[in-house]
């Protein structure tokens, strides 16, 4: 919901001075006195509407400061029943400094504080911090007749020009809707939404009576076209401008938006100026990148469904601690919770002090499911790292073997190129006897007692059995060539010379 859409359905100008919002106000009883008149009773910063509607309902205002007592007193019965309602019926008292001057009270900017208020009970009740909506909350099931026309029902009178446009859903008798068909099942409202596409939707709803609003609602328009600040009695809310481009900028595709910045978690330590800025806003288009594409943008931005992205583990692995080859799963109902925490949290009550509270039990089964998430993803982090340990010990004796097998390769190498020179050293020698030529070559074997141990002889490396194969083969040439009166020859039995 675009803030010009609240302004256009609540008829609620956004615009004006920023709301100075003091969360201690109920702190002083003189500023309590000075404003209502009497010292109402406070819980943590809030009052009843009840205590309001009793104590100002039919009641005699006789000077100026009754009267001004009592406008302030309505004016926060309105906000707690309407613009800033909320579950227990009770109005926050931080808006006080901003009805201390009951003539000026409409410069201020109550339209964004609504719309903010709106947004941040959505925010708490989509995380599961609370269970119904607060603030105008009817404004999102006329928005969503609005934009979304297969949601809608019929209607007997249909004033397409009304204004506010809730006039035209809930204005008396003359509007009396009649279903165009029953959905009174989630099931069918559930069905209907996922199979919405973007010709389904009214982009722009507001365009047949944009004409004829006001001046301050149109300008609501230029607002949801700017990444702007918003501030509520509950808090603060961002709105993204660019994030909705086919509603704000009036593109006829999505457009994909830059990534928010970190900055704006941390606007509770901006100075008076960077908040000054931040409400008035920053344009839009300034977040786009034109050049992105927004099928791609979803694929590896948007987060997928948390089934599909996480890896399924069996029982086994559960059981076992070891990874399956089907993969891994978390199911949250399959983990137990190790050092559950207690039901009972510290809380700061109103004046500050830490005090010991129950966590209600309406609460305790979202609580209970998140800590079994947060069990089992300390599950899957654990079966992960123990299969990457187990992955490692692989590696490593994968490695060794490697080592081992390139010892053997070498080896084989070597031995290769010792049978690859005798054979070529026989021949040399066998053609050098038969060009008389002397050849001197002496060998050695009185120090090497080992058959099979490597040594050195001309500068090459032979092996004892390979040179004794080898001077037997010298010895055939030198007979060979002393009978043909070659070569003469002198032979011992440890030592030859040729």
């Known amino acids: 919901m675009t803030p010009y859409d609240f302004s256009v359905i609540t008829g609620l100008r956004i615009g004006g001075k920023p709301i100075p919002y003091n969360a201690g106000v109920h702190r002083s009883e003189d500023d309590l006195l000075k404003a209502l008149g009497s010292r109402p009773p406070v819980i943590r910063g809030s009052v009843s509407c009840s205590w309001l509607f009793e104590n100002f309902h039919?009641?005699?205002?006789?000077?100026?400061?009754?009267?001004?007592?009592?406008?302030?007193?309505?004016?926060?019965?309105?906000?707690?029943?309407?613009?800033?309602?909320?579950?227990?019926?009770?109005?926050?008292?931080?808006?006080?400094?901003?009805?201390?001057?009951v003539d000026r009270i409409g410069e201020y900017d109550w339209g964004g504080a609504a719309y903010a208020a709106l947004c941040t009970h959505m925010n708490s009740v989509s995380r599961g911090k609370a269970h119904r909506?607060?603030?105008?909350?009817?404004?999102?099931?006329?928005?969503?007749y609005e934009y979304f026309s297969l949601l809608a029902p019929s209607l007997?009178?249909?004033?397409?020009?009304?204004?506010?446009?809730?006039?035209?859903?809930?204005?008396?008798?003359?509007?009396?809707?009649?279903?165009?068909?029953?959905?009174?099942?989630?099931?069918?409202?559930?069905?209907?939404?996922?199979?919405?596409?973007?010709?389904?939707?009214n982009w722009n709803p507001w365009g047949e009576i944009e004409p004829t609003l006001p001046p301050e609602i149109r300008h609501a328009k230029e607002l949801s076209r700017?990444?702007?600040?918003?501030?509520?009695?509950?808090?603060?809310?961002?709105?993204?401008?660019?994030?909705?481009?086919?509603?704000?900028?009036?593109?006829?595709?999505?457009?994909?938006?830059?990534p928010p910045p970190m900055s704006m978690r941390l606007t509770a330590?901006?100075?008076?100026?960077?908040?000054?800025?931040?409400?008035?806003?920053?344009?839009?288009?300034?977040?786009?990148?034109?050049?992105?594409?927004?099928?791609?943008?979803?694929?590896?931005?948007?987060?997928?469904?948390?089934?599909?992205?996480?890896?399924?583990?069996?029982?086994?692995?559960?059981?076992?601690?070891?990874?399956?080859?089907?993969?891994?799963?978390?199911?949250?109902?399959?983990?137990?919770?190790?050092?559950?925490?207690?039901?009972?949290?510290?809380?700061?009550?109103?004046?500050?002090?830490?005090?010991?509270?129950?966590?209600?039990?309406?609460?305790?089964?979202?609580?209970?499911?998140?800590?079994?998430?947060?069990?089992?993803?300390?599950?899957?982090?654990?079966?992960?790292?123990?299969?990457?340990?187990?992955?490692?010990?692989?590696?490593?004796?994968?490695?060794?073997?490697?080592?081992?097998?390139?010892?053997?390769?070498?080896?084989?190498?070597?031995?290769?190129?010792?049978?690859?020179?005798?054979?070529?050293?026989?021949l040399d020698l066998h053609s050098i006897a038969l060009l008389h030529i002397p050849v001197p070559l002496q060998v050695n074997l009185r120090d090497q007692p080992n058959s099979g141990r490597l040594w050195q002889t001309t500068g090459v490396r032979f092996g004892t059995n390979s040179v004794a194969r080898w001077i037997k083969a010298e010895q055939h040439c030198e007979q060979d060539a002393a009978r043909n009166g070659m070569v003469s020859t002198t032979m011992g039995n440890k030592k030859a010379r040729v």
């Not at 909506?133 to 969503?144: P, R």
């Not at 009695?233 to 704000?248: A, D, H, I, V, Y």
């Open 58 to 101: 039919n009641v005699v205002c006789n000077t100026d400061r009754d009267r001004e007592c009592h406008t302030r007193a309505f004016i926060l019965y309105l906000f707690g029943c309407t613009m800033f309602g909320t579950l227990d019926c009770k109005v926050n008292l931080n808006s006080l400094p901003a009805l201390e001057d």
């Open 133 to 144: 909506l607060g603030g105008l909350w009817k404004v999102w099931e006329i928005w969503s």
């Open 269 to 426: 330590s901006f100075s008076a100026e960077e908040l000054e800025g931040c409400f008035k806003g920053f344009p839009a288009e300034r977040f786009i990148d034109h050049s992105g594409n927004y099928d791609d943008f979803c694929a590896s931005f948007l987060m997928p469904p948390f089934r599909n992205s996480v890896p399924l583990v069996d029982q086994d692995v559960r059981s076992q601690g070891e990874t399956s080859k089907e993969g891994l799963q978390i199911l949250p109902g399959d983990i137990q919770i190790p050092n559950r925490p207690s039901w009972n949290v510290y809380l700061p009550n109103e004046d500050g002090i830490l005090e010991q509270v129950e966590v209600p039990r309406a609460y305790r089964p979202h609580l209970e499911e998140a800590y079994q998430l947060i069990s089992g993803l300390k599950h899957l982090v654990l079966v992960l790292k123990t299969e990457a340990q187990f992955q490692a010990q692989a590696n490593r004796k994968l490695q060794a073997k490697e080592g081992y097998l390139y010892e053997q390769i070498a080896d084989l190498k070597a031995q290769l190129r010792d049978r690859e020179l005798v054979s070529s050293r026989m």
């Open 156 to 201: 007997k009178v249909d004033d397409s020009m009304a204004f506010p446009r809730s006039l035209r859903w809930w204005g008396g008798s003359e509007f009396e809707m009649c279903p165009k068909h029953r959905m009174v099942d989630l099931k069918n409202f559930r069905e209907a939404i996922n199979n919405l596409t973007i010709e389904m939707v």
């Open 226 to 258: 700017r990444r702007i600040l918003f501030e509520g009695p509950s808090g603060q809310f961002w709105f993204l401008g660019e994030r909705l481009s086919m509603q704000t900028l009036g593109s006829p595709q999505p457009m994909v938006p830059l």
